[in-house]
């Protein structure tokens, strides 16, 4: 059963104007399904809920078992599509002060993200005293930020543990069987799994990209993928009129044809911060090109309508907002009366915060329509395993549809080889003495 309803009764955009879209969409879906087996057609992730390794997938949870038994830290090294998927599930369904305290799993770390020498240090005086592991995810082995970091810290490990030990520490992530990162891990046996070459970064992380660290969290990633089918059932239908899937990337397509193009991803739930981040990706390498796309932001509510909340209700009428609604929550505070009442707040004596909560949203949703801010609400019934895995899968999908739509091909990525070839001249890197 889905989790997930989707509410255009904000967006401005009427259904008939939507419908219009049925005979493109319909012709996209169908390109889609066609060249779903095709490898250089990124389309992988179509079927990834259904169409995945069993036998990687039980090696994945053993992994997984296994770092929980022998390691207090996890660091995963990767950048971009390598690590945000991960993280975007395991903040939004860990406790929020996880990596604070000693708990049943490991706490999950990142490196490889920035090539901040600060970071890295203080990195390594965190893992220095403690039982650690690393997950290294690379395609090809030569991105240059999880490149440096793992060249410190498996050195790190190896001091630590003595050469042997370190390699059965060691879980690399990374071409089935090219690449640089691919080599090394054969010639040094470190367990391996598998980058499937017909999912990109950004769309991974329902493999073995986000599925080992996820594990390791203690996350049920069978219920994750559960939650993925159940989406990918549900937006088989390639008729609009009953696919809210291909609705929203309708919806977003005519609201830039309507000068709006900026959208802003909204949660109440600040476990939902990095989930935003993955979805900022997603969207903004997938449609960012040939002077194209919608440029993805996010906030965190209420906390960022103290901060951008005015340029929201009053600024540069260029944006909508697309809102997270989670429904139910399994945690709750009763507010109480004060005798005193000096901060005013006694009129909400009884009310449970998440009520609040829910009526801040509501309040915002209407003041912004208002101001010409068009809503899109995805609400979810709640936040666990199942709806997420399912809210990745629709977005996965809205994105595919939406470039599509819009002209580009939302697989590829030209325009990040760019900074690439001027970061290397300037280093000096072999090869790269004229490219700029």
């Given at each position: 059963?889905?989790?997930?309803?989707?509410?255009?009764?904000?967006?401005?955009v009427p259904i008939t104007e939507v419908l219009k879209y049925n005979e493109k969409v319909n012709k996209i879906h169908e390109e889609f399904q066609k060249n779903k087996d095709d490898e250089k057609e990124f389309l992988g992730w179509l079927e990834l809920p259904t169409n995945y390794d069993k036998e990687e997938f039980q090696k994945i949870k053993e992994a997984a078992k296994r770092i929980q038994e022998n390691s207090e830290v996890l660091v995963v090294i990767g950048i971009g599509g390598s690590y945000l998927g991960a993280r975007a599930v395991i903040e939004a369904l860990s406790d929020t002060f996880t990596n604070y305290k000693k708990g049943k799993f490991p706490r999950i770390i990142y490196a490889g993200n920035n090539m901040s020498p600060r970071y890295i240090n203080n990195l390594i005086d965190f893992i220095s005293d403690k039982e650690f592991s690393i997950n290294v995810i690379s395609k090809s082995g030569t991105t240059t930020e999880p490149g440096i970091a793992f060249r410190i810290l498996r050195e790190l490990l190896e001091n630590k543990y003595g050469i042997d030990e370190a390699k059965s520490r060691i879980y690399v992530t990374t071409d089935k069987e090219k690449g640089a990162l691919k080599t090394l891990a054969t010639e040094e046996d470190y367990e391996t799994f598998v980058i499937p070459d017909n999912v990109g970064g950004r769309y991974s992380v329902l493999t073995a990209v986000g599925l080992l660290p996820i594990a390791t969290?203690?996350?049920?990633?069978e219920k994750l993928m559960l939650?993925?089918?159940?989406?990918?059932?549900?937006?088989s239908d390639s008729n609009i009129k009953y696919n809210e899937c291909y609705q929203y990337a309708v919806t977003r397509n005519l609201l830039y044809l309507d000068d709006k193009d900026i959208e802003i991803l909204a949660n109440y739930e600040p476990k939902m911060h990095y989930f935003t981040e993955w979805w900022k990706q997603l969207?903004?390498?997938?449609?960012?090109?040939?002077?194209?796309?919608?440029?993805?932001?996010?906030?965190?509510?209420?906390?960022?309508?103290?901060s951008m909340g005015q340029y929201i209700q009053e600024g540069r009428r260029n944006l909508f907002e697309t809102v997270i609604n989670i429904e139910e929550t399994e945690e709750n505070i009763i507010m109480k009366a004060d005798e005193d009442n000096l901060d005013g707040l006694n009129y909400l004596e009884g009310k449970d915060l998440d009520y609040i909560n829910k009526k801040a949203m509501e309040g915002t949703v209407m003041a912004h329509t208002k101001g010409g801010v068009p809503n899109i609400l995805i609400n979810m019934k709640k936040l666990d395993e199942e709806t997420i895995g399912e809210l990745i899968y629709f977005f996965e999908l809205s994105c595919a549809m939406s470039g599509k739509i819009l002209g580009v091909n939302p697989f590829n990525q030209p325009g990040v080889e760019e900074y690439k070839k001027n970061m290397f001249k300037l280093l000096g890197k072999p090869g790269y003495e004229n490219k700029i």
């Amino acid at each position: 059963m889905s989790n997930i309803k989707v509410d255009f009764s904000y967006a401005g955009v009427p259904i008939t104007e939507v419908l219009k879209y049925n005979e493109k969409v319909n012709k996209i879906h169908e390109e889609f399904q066609k060249n779903k087996d095709d490898e250089k057609e990124f389309l992988g992730w179509l079927e990834l809920p259904t169409n995945y390794d069993k036998e990687e997938f039980q090696k994945i949870k053993e992994a997984a078992k296994r770092i929980q038994e022998n390691s207090e830290v996890l660091v995963v090294i990767g950048i971009g599509g390598s690590y945000l998927g991960a993280r975007a599930v395991i903040e939004a369904l860990s406790d929020t002060f996880t990596n604070y305290k000693k708990g049943k799993f490991p706490r999950i770390i990142y490196a490889g993200n920035n090539m901040s020498p600060r970071y890295i240090n203080n990195l390594i005086d965190f893992i220095s005293d403690k039982e650690f592991s690393i997950n290294v995810i690379s395609k090809s082995g030569t991105t240059t930020e999880p490149g440096i970091a793992f060249r410190i810290l498996r050195e790190l490990l190896e001091n630590k543990y003595g050469i042997d030990e370190a390699k059965s520490r060691i879980y690399v992530t990374t071409d089935k069987e090219k690449g640089a990162l691919k080599t090394l891990a054969t010639e040094e046996d470190y367990e391996t799994f598998v980058i499937p070459d017909n999912v990109g970064g950004r769309y991974s992380v329902l493999t073995a990209v986000g599925l080992l660290p996820i594990a390791t969290a203690g996350i049920d990633i069978e219920k994750l993928m559960l939650g993925a089918k159940t989406a990918q059932d549900k937006y088989s239908d390639s008729n609009i009129k009953y696919n809210e899937c291909y609705q929203y990337a309708v919806t977003r397509n005519l609201l830039y044809l309507d000068d709006k193009d900026i959208e802003i991803l909204a949660n109440y739930e600040p476990k939902m911060h990095y989930f935003t981040e993955w979805w900022k990706q997603l969207y903004g390498e997938s449609e960012g090109k040939e002077l194209k796309g919608i440029f993805p932001a996010g906030v965190d509510l209420t906390t960022d309508l103290h901060s951008m909340g005015q340029y929201i209700q009053e600024g540069r009428r260029n944006l909508f907002e697309t809102v997270i609604n989670i429904e139910e929550t399994e945690e709750n505070i009763i507010m109480k009366a004060d005798e005193d009442n000096l901060d005013g707040l006694n009129y909400l004596e009884g009310k449970d915060l998440d009520y609040i909560n829910k009526k801040a949203m509501e309040g915002t949703v209407m003041a912004h329509t208002k101001g010409g801010v068009p809503n899109i609400l995805i609400n979810m019934k709640k936040l666990d395993e199942e709806t997420i895995g399912e809210l990745i899968y629709f977005f996965e999908l809205s994105c595919a549809m939406s470039g599509k739509i819009l002209g580009v091909n939302p697989f590829n990525q030209p325009g990040v080889e760019e900074y690439k070839k001027n970061m290397f001249k300037l280093l000096g890197k072999p090869g790269y003495e004229n490219k700029i």
